[in-house]
């Protein structure tokens, strides 16, 4: 099943699927309300992946900085089935201007930590690499695939299915345009 929800809050129809993915400073679920706005990064700018998302898919830099891009994570209900998120994932990054730059980010999540009543793992700020000059751009896109299904369940689990529990087995491909102004 491919997932197209961006930031939601892990309720209504729209909640299946990527209300697992949480992109803020975290993903797309109820851990939106958790993560603070990006800020620039350290040597540059840091595109915020759910910033961008919310923003139409697209996000503006400044020309000649190095670009990071950042602000994707997964958030479960348990420990147990974050750390099963771990063991099943493979996630890209694939940076495409006149080239394309594809970061294998499969092993960099961080190990689940408790927020609120989730589970949360975090991938760390990506830097691409690239630095645009003015009306230059790149396409940024994540995908995530799993080994096997993964079960969705967010507590309470509730019989309308939008907490879970589900069965997910690929995250994206979701698409940031990043443009240097």
């Known amino acids: 099943m491919k997932s197209r929800i961006f930031c939601s809050q892990g309720r209504g129809p729209r909640a299946r699927g990527l209300s697992a993915l949480v992109m803020c400073g975290v993903s797309l679920v109820a851990l939106t309300t958790a993560a603070a706005a990006p800020a620039a990064a350290s ?8 910033d961008c998302l919310v923003n139409g898919g697209t996000f503006s830099v400044p020309s000649g900085v190095p670009i990071t891009i950042g602000g994707i994570g997964f958030g479960q209900g348990t420990y147990g089935v974050a750390v099963d998120f771990l063991l099943k994932e493979r ?28 589970w949360v793992t975090r991938l760390p700020d990506t830097d691409v690499g690239v630095i645009l000059q003015p ?7 994540y995908d995530i695939t799993l080994a096997r299904p993964l079960l969705v369940a967010y507590p309470p689990v509730k019989s309308s299915g939008y907490n879970g529990p589900y069965l997910i087995t690929e995250e994206g491909p979701l698409s940031c345009q990043v443009i240097a102004s």
């Open 43 to 50: 040597n540059g700018e840091l595109v915020g992946f759910r």
């Open 91 to 118: 996630t890209t990054l694939t940076i495409s201007n006149s080239t394309s730059s594809v970061f294998d980010l499969s092993h960099e999540w961080a190990t689940p930590q408790r927020l609120d009543n989730l």
């Open 135 to 141: 009306g230059e751009s790149f396409l940024a896109t």
